[in-house]
């Protein structure tokens, strides 16, 4: 039975909820509908930051203290307000909608620990919006001793499927942590590459106020240190076969401040396109073509070092293919949403880790 789905995602880039509506039966994706977008204000982002600062130290996931609580209260919040803009924006009746899939905001993930956290308060969300919320999709993959990350592979696979690239094929998902799917017939395969958009963002915020280098214009004008990423490169992290996952804040002791806003936007820029490429090493064959979806995709610099650095395979964005690049992680959250509602494994083992295919996420009902 094909569903209709909202999924909203609200990423490591603390830009903004993304929100997108398709209609699925969990396998295929029968129909794409509208996308959407409700960025975060200054302070709403400010609030969020704390937040993610002062759960570095939680030991329990079910722990709101302080910042956090008010955080979660926020999420919650602007993710409803988002839901209802989308509804009336697209003259959408609340009653044709069958779930919503929501990830809620990580603020901590320890997989190593068997911990992740992700704040916004399912239960709270339905109520609000009066429909049924799938949330909470990490945990149950996470206690399984599975990295609980990457989510999105299943519906990654979906997509290339869908546009029948040569493969091997890696989608690369470029938000604050950059993740790939490697898709290959049946092989899947799914890891945390390193740095996506964080480093750069927090790096821009400090040195000009505004947390994020537009079309990639700094880095543009820009040198790479050379020694510098390769210092940054020899971090354990990269040596480590997937599956593996990163916390948003893994790399944050890397830091550029010696060098001009220009050169250390090209650095940062440069090490996440050669942490990404780096993969291939890892990989079962050589990639015969990457695609590039999320905000970094929308990055002209990030995407001309990238290319050089996967060449000769070719290098599309998801644009290119006529998808919704910066909606496919919200669309992957309406996917895994109707997935749990049917009990389908939302991770495997090669893409988390776990030891069996395994299904998650909690349906909260109005």
């Not at 969020?48 to 996931?61: C, G, H, V």
Request: charged share 20%; with cysteine.
């Amino acid at each position: 039975m094909v569903c209709r789905a909202i999924g909203l995602m609200s990423g490591t880039s603390l830009d903004g909820v993304d929100i997108a509506l398709i209609e699925t039966d969990g396998e295929t994706v029968a129909a794409f509908g509208p996308t959407g977008y409700r960025a975060y204000g200054d302070a709403e982002r400010a609030l969020l930051r704390e937040a993610l600062a002062a759960a570095a130290s939680l030991t329990d996931r079910t722990a709101r203290p302080g910042i956090v609580a008010e955080a979660e209260r926020l999420v919650m919040q602007a993710h409803a307000g988002a839901v209802e803009d989308f509804l009336r924006q697209h003259d959408l009746a609340r009653g044709s909608i069958d779930v919503v899939g929501f990830h809620g905001q990580t603020v901590l993930h320890r997989p190593e620990a068997r911990l992740t956290v992700q704040i916004g308060d399912g239960g709270a969300l339905a109520r609000a919006l009066k429909l049924p919320v799938v949330h909470d999709l990490r945990a149950a993959d996470v206690a399984a001793g599975g990295q609980g990350a990457p989510l999105v592979p299943v519906y990654h696979r979906a997509l290339v499927k869908m546009a029948e690239c040569a493969q091997p094929v890696v989608l690369v998902n470029i938000g604050g942590v950059a993740n790939v799917t490697y898709v290959d017939n049946d092989v899947l395969i799914a890891c945390d590459t390193g740095p996506g958009n964080a480093l750069l963002d927090d790096f821009m915020l400090r040195r000009t106020g505004v947390a994020i280098d537009r079309g990639g214009e700094y880095a543009a004008r820009g040198r790479p240190d050379p020694d510098w990423i390769a210092r940054a490169m020899a971090h354990p992290f990269f040596a480590v076969r997937p599956p593996k996952s990163l916390d948003r804040n893994a790399f944050a002791a890397f830091n550029v401040e010696g060098m001009s806003v220009e050169d250390g936007a090209a650095t940062l820029t440069a090490f996440t396109a050669i942490s990404i490429a780096r993969i291939a090493a890892q990989l079962p064959a050589r990639p015969k073509s990457w695609i590039v979806v999320g905000g970094g995709a929308n990055n002209p610099t990030l995407m001309r070092m990238l290319g050089g650095e996967v060449a000769p395979a070719g290098l599309l964005t998801g644009h290119d293919l006529g998808w919704s690049g910066d909606a496919i992680e919200a669309q992957a959250f309406a996917f895994l949403a109707v997935r749990s509602l049917k009990g389908l494994p939302l991770t495997f083992p090669g893409t988390t880790g776990v030891g069996a295919p395994l299904g998650g996420g909690v349906l909260s009902k109005p």
